[in-house]
């Protein structure tokens, strides 16, 4: 059984029945209301990124594109979102579940490319998604020669930088084999990527890669929108925050002394660690090689933070790096007590 601490992840892809678009402006309003307040009740429980596909598609409008520490936690996500007025007019276009884990290949020069045991979204502006199955042949092969050809497809993929790819594992969970999401602001460079791709003896493999998704990253209340009707801009300032800014995520007997825990705030994970009844917050994300962070032991007399992975380490007061592989700070969060519960801000 593995040790590995994975994340859960779902693509949801939905559906609007255009029947909504001819109901009562006020009624689309409370709608859009009701819908993003469910979504943002399940603050802290999970990572949700949401994404619009009206104009690229037309089997689907919305992706929201989550991730939590188990399966329940997505299940009852949509349970919710589908109990609302608003969900009412939704169907599931495509669905596609899997979970984080190391690669069985190796790439010494690109460490953090085989490490994605937390879901980390970038801020880029696209996401293309497509699920994709490998030959049985493919399986057949030697490792020793699949690990050439990996190593080709990451040459190439090395020449375009700015375009960051995710990979879910789903054997078992699914029926398909992965699902890959690639991040970037130009879809010009990930089509050349993709046509580079094709002439790859792994590609050669490839038994199914579709369907292909092509989604712009917005705000949810800015992604309701592209559906048409009433406009909830007025909504935009709506957040689960306090009037102080601060963002309940936890209960305080969650963490005790010695203890951490991964939490969420919008779409952004937190580590939070109890040192000797102090707590201290900082990014999940080691920006070294994308650790998870809650993982890693705290020096309890100096505040010092070990990356589970490579050993590098961080002062959790400021997030300044103090040894090791990493030359990035991480970020830090102020964290305040409010009876039994945690915020963060």
């Known amino acids: 059984m593995t040790k590995e601490r994975r994340q859960v992840v779902r693509f949801l892809f939905v559906k609007l029945d255009p029947a909504w678009r001819r109901l009562p402006a006020d009624q689309q309003v409370a709608h859009k209301e009701e819908f993003g307040k469910t979504i943002k009740s399940f603050h802290a429980k999970l990572l949700l990124r949401t994404y619009s596909l009206v104009g690229a598609r037309g089997d689907c409008d919305l992706l929201l594109w989550h991730a939590a520490e188990n399966l329940e936690t997505l299940q009852r996500l949509q349970t919710a979102v589908f109990s609302t007025s608003l969900g009412a007019f939704f169907s599931v276009a495509y669905s596609y579940l899997g979970m984080t884990r190391k690669s069985i290949y190796q790439f010494p020069d690109d460490p953090k490319h085989d490490e994605q045991l937390t879901v980390q979204p970038a801020d880029n502006k696209y996401l293309f998604v497509y699920p994709f199955v490998k030959s049985r042949p493919w399986y057949a092969m030697p490792?020793?020669?699949?690990?050439?050809?990996?190593?080709?497809?990451?040459?190439i993929g090395r020449k375009y930088p700015t375009i960051r790819l995710n990979t879910i594992y789903s054997y078992g969970l699914d029926d398909q084999e992965h699902v890959v999401a690639f991040e970037g602001d130009d879809p010009g460079e990930f089509l050349d990527l993709v046509m580079e791709l094709r002439e790859t003896e792994a590609s050669s493999y490839t038994l199914r890669d579709t369907p292909t998704f092509t989604c712009l990253q917005m705000s949810l209340y800015e992604a309701l929108d592209t559906l048409g009707g009433a406009s909830a801009r007025a909504l935009l300032d709506l957040s689960p925050a306090q009037s102080n800014g601060f963002t309940p995520v936890a209960d305080v007997a969650e963490i005790p002394p010695g203890g951490s825990k991964r939490v969420y705030l919008g779409?952004?994970?937190?580590?939070?660690?109890?040192?000797?009844?102090?707590?201290?917050?900082?990014?999940?994300?080691?920006?070294?090689?994308?650790?998870?962070?809650?993982?890693?032991?705290?020096?309890?007399?100096?505040?010092?933070?070990t990356c589970p992975w490579h050993g590098g380490t961080f002062d959790l007061k400021t997030g300044q790096p103090t040894g090791g592989p990493p030359l990035a700070p991480v970020k830090t969060y102020q964290v305040k007590v409010d009876g039994v519960r945690l915020l963060v801000g």
Not at 143 to 155: G, N
């Open 267 to 305: 779409s952004d994970a937190i580590a939070i660690f109890n040192v000797g009844g102090s707590f201290y917050a900082c990014s999940d994300r080691c920006t070294h090689g994308r650790a998870s962070l809650s993982e890693g032991a705290v020096n309890t007399t100096t505040c010092i933070l």
């Open 143 to 155: 490792k020793e020669r699949r690990q050439t050809a990996m190593d080709e497809h990451v040459r």
